[in-house]
């Protein structure tokens, strides 16, 4: 395959200068509802985007200017890494929608992407064979466990214990009355996020914990540490 550096200078801003074909170092499997091919369009540097996620957690990406054909060699390898898009170089933040999702640089939130599936996605590489103890539930290690922290909008303290299984354990107090009556609802893992009462919540691993954000409302948000 010819290797090819990113010709324009604007999609050298967009994805850093690097090599294209430098792939991120441990990608994870991701979400089912983030395998497949999706394209979008980035509005900040107005350039088309194609994104093809397998589920070996192998990102390919492509870019071209509108009116422009995309070059099938052009193209940039990453990783799913922690429910992130992972380029050298560059991390970006994966909202679910209906049809796709966004993408929103972590170091840039006005560089914005919103894909929309455009296919099944191609797996090129061997999926790692199952064994009995496997469940159709993947939750990273740095997700398992008891955290706890303040929900600053409902001034809430909260209690959160995932386990490997899947299954999750919420709950919460008034943090001026006891904490011995807590409020406690059991939910579940779900491609990627926490599922509690009918609310999808977002996971994001911190440097101490977790953090969740729900997704009908992004001002409920929680920093969780772990216990």
Do not use: C, Q
């Not at 380029?87 to 209906?98: L, P």
């Amino acid at each position: 395959m010819r290797t090819t550096l990113l010709r324009p200078a604007i999609t050298l801003l967009l994805f850093g200068l690097v090599a294209p074909h430098v792939r991120a170092a441990m990608p994870e499997p991701p979400p089912r509802w983030a395998v497949g091919e999706f394209r979008g369009f980035n509005r900040k540097y107005r350039l088309e985007v194609e994104l093809r996620i397998d589920r070996n957690g192998i990102l390919r990406r492509w870019t071209w200017k509108r009116g422009e054909s995309r070059n099938s060699d052009d193209f940039v390898e990453g990783g799913w890494e922690n429910g992130l898009l992972v380029f050298v170089g560059d991390r970006f933040r994966v909202e679910r929608t209906n049809g796709g999702f966004i993408a929103t640089k972590e170091a840039d939130r006005n560089d914005v992407t919103e894909f929309r599936r455009a296919g099944g996605g191609v797996d090129r590489t061997p999926v790692p064979t199952r064994t009995p103890r496997d469940t159709d539930v993947r939750i990273p290690s740095w997700a398992v466990g008891t955290f706890r922290g303040p929900n600053r909008k409902y001034k809430l303290e909260v209690e959160l214990r995932i386990s490997r299984s899947g299954s999750v354990e919420r709950s919460i107090w008034n943090r001026d009355k006891d904490r011995d009556k807590p409020d406690t609802a059991t939910g579940r893992w779900e491609d990627g996020e926490i599922v509690v009462g009918g609310d999808h919540y977002t996971v994001e691993k911190t440097r101490d914990g977790i953090r969740t954000e729900k997704r009908s409302d992004n001002s409920d948000v929680t920093n969780l540490r772990r216990r």
